[in-house]
Every structure is written in C-alpha cells, then in structure tokens.
C-alpha cells in the first residue's frame, strides 16, 4: 500500500526533500491524473491517482519514495483533436519538469495517439497501451559536492567560444579512458581540458544536452539524431552522454561543469524551446501532446487539429501560455543554479520572441528575461531567425542578447573565394558589425563570428567542396542548404594534387585568421582546428559515426595547421586592442594623433568612397591604433594594446602592400602569415602579399 498525502504545487515534477517526494504535474484540461510508479526494470508497481489539484497543478506526497525511483503519468481527459484536446490515458507521459530520464523510445505505432492510417482522427482513436515502449523519469537526489564552484565570468569582449558535440569530442580520443568517451566526464577530462587551454577558448557551447529522441523516420533508416535537436525533457541531462543513467547523468554533467570552471573555462548550452520532438498531429504522444496539448502548443487557429509549424519540425512551442513560458524559464534558472552553467544558445530564438505569432522583440519572454536576476546576468545568445513570417531578426535582438552573425559567416567566406564586391561588408564585419549593432547598447560583443558551426560545412569541407554529399542522410541529397559560399579550389573533395592542398591550406588559414581578428565574439567549430573533414556532409544532423567524430591522429601537415590555429588565437588573447568593448569611432587617438581605426587601400592610402565600391578590388588593410583600447583591469586600468596591421587579399594574384608611415619611426613583425608557418621580419616599406593570403603586422615603436 502505497503512502499518499496531500503535498503542494509547487515546485513543479518530482522533487525529493530528504524524507519523501513531491510530485506536480500542470494540466489546466484534464479531468483526472495518475502517477505511475516503475520498480528499478521499469515495470508496473503502483499507480497512484492525484486527487489535489489547485491552480491547475495536481499534485501528491509520497512519503515513502525515495531518489532512483522510475515514474511517468497517465493523464485523463477529452479527447477532441477539432477543438485541440489530444489526452489518451492509454499513453505512458514524460513528466515535463523530470530531472533526469531513462531509457530510449522504442517504436511502435502504439506510441501515437490516435491511428494514423485512418483518415477521421476522432474515430481513429488508439487505445493500445504503451508503457512498454516509453522511456521512465526518474526521482534524483539534487544534492552535488559543489564546494567552492563558482562561474569563471568571462567577460564577453575576452569571451572565445568553442562550439561542440559531448560525443563527438571524445568517442574516438586516444587519450581518454575507453569507458569515458563520448561522455560529460570525457568532454572535460585532463587531454581535452588542455587541448582547449592551448586554443585560449574560454567558454564551450555544448551542442543540445536536453534528453532528446530520434525520430521515427531515422530509426527506420537505422539512423540516429546525433545533433539532439529533438528535446522531450528541457531539465534533464542527456543520458546518451553518461555512463549511467538511473539518475547519475545529473551527477556526471555536474561533474563536468565544475571541472570545466576549475579550469577557467564557461559552460553554454544549445537550448531548442522552440519545438519539442512529438512533431506534427501525426507525431508519437510522449509528454506535452497528451498532458495538455492547448496550453503547451501552437495550433492552427483555422484547424485546432494541426499545428502551426515555424521550426520545421512539425510543431512550435507556445510561449504566449503562461504556463508554457514558466516552464522555459524554469528550466533556464534550473540549469543556472543546480547545474551552474554559464549562459544559453538559443535555437531558432526569433520563435520564442513570438506573441501570438508576430515577433516582438519587446514582448513578454525578453521582458521577462531582462527582469530575471538570474538569467538576465549570465550570456544570452540569440540564432536569430527562424522560419516563420518576419522570421530573418539578425541585429534586432534587444540588450543583453548577442546573435549569430549570419552576415558575418556568409561575408567572410564569400570576400575569401575571390566573390567580387564584399570589400564594403567586410568592413563592416572586420569592425564589429556596427551596421547591425551600433544603435543600441549592445556594442561589438552582440556579433558571434563564425565561419562554421555545427550546421553547414566544416572548415575543411568549406575549401574542398562546392556542392554538398548527404546521401549517407538517406534524403537524396536533397536535405542542407545550398548556399554555402564554398569553392573546391581545382577538384571535388579530396585530392593528391600538392598545389590544391597547399591552397586550401593556405585558405583555411586565411579564414580562421580573420575571425580571430575581427571585433566581436569569436566562435569555433569543434574539430576545425584538427582539419576535420565530414567528407562533404553539410547536415550531417543523424550521422552518430565517424563521419562527425573527431579523429585527433594528426599528420605533420594537420600539426602545422593546429599550430597556426593556437597562434592567432594567442595574438588575439595578448592584444586588448583586437578585442574593443565599443566600437571605432575613426577618430584621432593621442599621443600619435592616427586614428583608432584606418582603412588602408594597397597602394597605402586611406580608403576612399570610391575605392568601398569597387567591386574589382579584393584587397584591404586594417590599421588599429593599440592606443584605442578601451578594456580596463579590475582597478579600472586601461590593459595596453599593440598597434597592429591587418592585411587581407583574396585575390589571386601577388599584391604589393605599402606600409603605413606612422609618426614614430619604429619597425613592423609578423605576428602571424597564413602563407606560411612561422612568422618572417618585415624590410622595407612594403610587404608581397601572395594570393589568397591574410597577415598581421605588429607595430615596435623605438625605445
């Protein structure tokens, strides 16, 4: 005989206080919840009816419940798909708010809540049970040895971000323990902690690490989404990244988190609140769908049966539900306070800036967000589109946000595949973007740079392919953008041809050197910097093998090019003047008097109107005067920075580039040469500049 009180409402889900669990669920339509209890092989022990309900919050106290304990929740109801109402007490449901989930989905038909062969939904009503098939949440212990954690609070104009997958980091890493690849302890074990350290990268965005589901037309294919952009449970830690999952993988991520603080380095999470993984009204019932599908879902106002879909993904979360917003921010405080993660990456955030399907960037959630004293001060980031009406919101985000800077990304690859008239927008991105940002508070650190991400080519494959390879996705090909601004350079995908590979080489450095100088925030994408290939896949989203596993046995030539890649990252950590909180004003700065920023044409001129739109050249100087800094120390001390000259050209031919004369007669060093790998002395008054090749000269005034 199971033990049953009253309990409370709040907090939501199952929360253990030292003697027994409270459990709460919010339905506002239902007409009756059962709590169902699983012994530690997942099955049936006990179903327990919540008879309190207040605030349409049902709720119960278990007084003999302890952590570990599996549960889910059968939830009561009208089953009416023509007015919205999906409940079908027949589907095993995933609490909401679970700390921590068990199990994968296994698939079956039926998992759907109605039969999806039969035309009229409401007689197609499925009344086949399917625990058997479910996943199990599971009760947790929250208590961690967080001993004296705290956030690194990198300050974001210091802030370079690594973007990465947990398994693909480690899975085929040599130096970490077999039984730890491909896990939270793995990502941040001694060998990948250092490997970070020597890239100065200072935060991880961690691809999604909500638990998450592969859809049913990937597992048919025997295929997986490895990406995780699938969520089912926004508070609980992915259990495909742990080694053990009845509870643990809350433990394991903790772990993780605070070693990656312990060595200075930011936690960010990749969070999807713009959709869940149910899909489209034919999509599997696993939690929202059946415990309260009007309030948790946007329904197609002229058809409640179906969905509106601005994700692509068959549904979209309705954040203009109070309840539906509580719960992102719910979760969002969770992850900040007992997981002590360090800011959030937004998937698809113009979808939850929606009030009643128009965007508004002052509606309710950035209101919301902006009064919040915990998440309004840690890092917000913004991809700032989705696929919706008005859905394209790049540099309309608010303050506190900073965004994805898909400009930058299509700009700087464009300028350095010889595109012609880009020199104009290069500029604008070199600086920080101010074109996007400069009329509001938000200065250069609202523009994440980035040449590649998760989505799209890697760097690599950027300079090795023009048209993308996804058959292995099983879609014809037919899937990822074809827009990808990239050029093969001589011959589709690999190649023993000596020259191509050197000038690919020479481009990939070229690329990654300019987001390392360019003002704002950069970002890089796990494995890039190995010269990791993924053999022309541009959606490589349901590929969990070694087409995007890391492989870390490099060749001289691969060693050569991680060389390069800590190099430019080094120079930008050592010179505050690369890394401005604000932006150029293109004024005289004393004591020299030459501006903080000068666009310099090759023949060592200041650029003209003229010279912006020509579209022939491609070729551009950048002199930052080191005495523009404006980053302070923690006693309000301006940190020096260098004078530094920042040469460009894209073209494919050799450009002789005059040197500025400055008033102090002092001498130029190569900082770095992307045409090569190790830095040379500057003589004269000029500087050869062969094709498809960036450098940075580093000013010495004279003693």
């Known amino acids: 005989m199971i033990r049953a009180w009253p309990g409370a409402p709040y907090p939501l889900g199952a929360t253990w206080d030292g003697e027994g669990v409270n459990f709460a669920l919010y339905s506002h339509h239902a007409t009756s919840v059962e709590l169902c209890l699983f012994d530690a092989d997942g099955r049936a022990q006990a179903a327990v009816p919540l008879t309190e309900r207040r605030d349409w919050v049902w709720h119960v106290y278990l007084p003999d419940i302890r952590p570990g304990q599996l549960y889910a929740y059968r939830v009561h109801g009208p089953y009416e798909p023509a007015r919205g109402h999906r409940f079908n007490p027949h589907k095993l449901l995933l609490d909401p708010y679970a700390k921590a989930i068990t199990g994968d989905v296994r698939w079956n038909d039926a998992l759907h809540g109605c039969r999806t062969t039969e035309p009229d939904e409401v007689a197609a009503f499925d009344d086949r049970d399917d625990a058997e098939f479910v996943p199990r949440c599971v009760v947790i212990d929250s208590t961690f040895p967080w001993g004296d954690d705290a956030p690194p609070h990198v300050p974001w104009h210091q802030t370079v971000i690594y973007e990465c997958h947990v398994k693909g980091m480690t899975k085929l890493h040599p130096e970490v323990p077999a039984h730890l690849q491909g896990t939270y302890l793995g990502l941040a074990s001694d060998p990948v902690l250092e490997h970070l350290r020597q890239l100065n990268v200072t935060a991880v965005q961690l691809m999604p690490v909500h638990h998450s589901i592969t859809e049913k037309h990937l597992a048919a294919k025997g295929l997986h989404n490895y990406w995780g952009y699938a969520s089912i449970g926004f508070f609980a830690p992915d259990a495909r990244f742990a080694t053990a999952t009845a509870g643990e993988q809350v433990q394991e991520f903790k772990s993780m988190v605070k070693r990656f603080h312990r060595a200075g380095i930011e936690v960010l999470l990749d969070v999807v609140y713009n959709h869940t993984a149910e899909g489209n009204r034919l999509g599997p019932t696993l939690a929202f769908r059946g415990i309260d599908n009007r309030n948790y879902y946007r329904l197609d106002p ?24 509580q719960l992102i921010m719910d979760s969002l405080r969770y992850w900040v306070r007992e997981m002590h993660v360090d800011g959030f990456r937004f998937d698809l955030a113009t979808a939850i800036a929606r009030d009643n399907g128009d965007v508004n960037m002052a509606g309710r959630f950035f209101h919301i967000v902006r009064q919040d004293p915990v998440i309004s001060q840690v890092k917000l980031i913004a991809e700032p589109w989705d696929l919706g009406p008005n859905g394209y919101q790049l540099g309309e985000f608010p303050v506190g946000w900073s965004e994805w800077n898909g400009k930058y990304r299509d700009t700087i690859r464009r300028f350095w595949r010889g595109d012609s008239g880009q020199i104009a927008d290069l500029g604008y991105r070199l600086a920080g973007s101010s074109d996007l940002y400069g009329d509001d508070e938000r200065g250069p650190q609202a523009s994440i740079n980035y040449v590649t991400c998760h989505d799209g080519f890697t760097l690599r494959d950027l ?18 953008t074809d827009a990808n601004w990239s050029k093969n350079w001589g011959t589709e995908g690999p190649t023993d041809d000596a020259r191509v590979n050197e000038l690919r080489e020479r481009l990939m450095r070229s690329l990654i050197a300019t987001v390392a100088v360019s003002q704002g925030v950069p970002m890089i994408s796990h494995g890039d910097e190995l010269g990791r290939t993924q053999h022309g896949n541009n959606n490589a989203y349901c590929q969990d093998n070694e087409i995007t596993w890391l492989r870390w046995d490099l060749d001289a030539r691969a060693q050569r090019f991680l060389q390069f890649f800590r190099r430019v990252f080094a120079v ?10 604000t932006f150029f004003q293109g004024r005289g700065v004393p004591p020299a008097g030459i501006n903080d920023l000068t666009w310099l044409h090759p023949d060592g001129r200041t650029m003209t109107v003229e010279d ?26 301006l940190v020096a920075g260098e004078t530094v000259l920042f040469i460009l050209n894209a073209s494919g031919r050799t450009r002789r580039f005059v040197l500025p004369p400055l008033a102090q007669a002092g001498r130029w060093t190569e900082a770095f040469h992307s045409a090569r790998h190790a830095p040379r002395a500057v003589k004269g008054d000029a500087v050869t500049v062969t094709p498809h090749t960036c450098l940075l000269l580093r000013y010495e005034a004279p003693a």
């Open 302 to 325: 002229s058809d409640a049966r179906g969905y509106i879909d601005i994700t692509g993904t068959g549904n979209t979360f309705d954040v203009s539900e109070p309840r539906a917003l």
């Open 463 to 480: 300079v090795s392919w023009e048209h993308k390879r996804n058959e292995a996705n099983g879609e014809d090909n037919r899937d990822g």
């Open 572 to 581: 930008r950590a050592a010179n505050s003047i690369l890394r401005r909180r």
């Open 612 to 637: 912006w739109h020509d579209a022939r050249l491609l070729s551009l100087g950048m002199l930052l005067n080191g005495a523009a800094t404006d980053e302070r120390d923690e006693h309000g001390r």
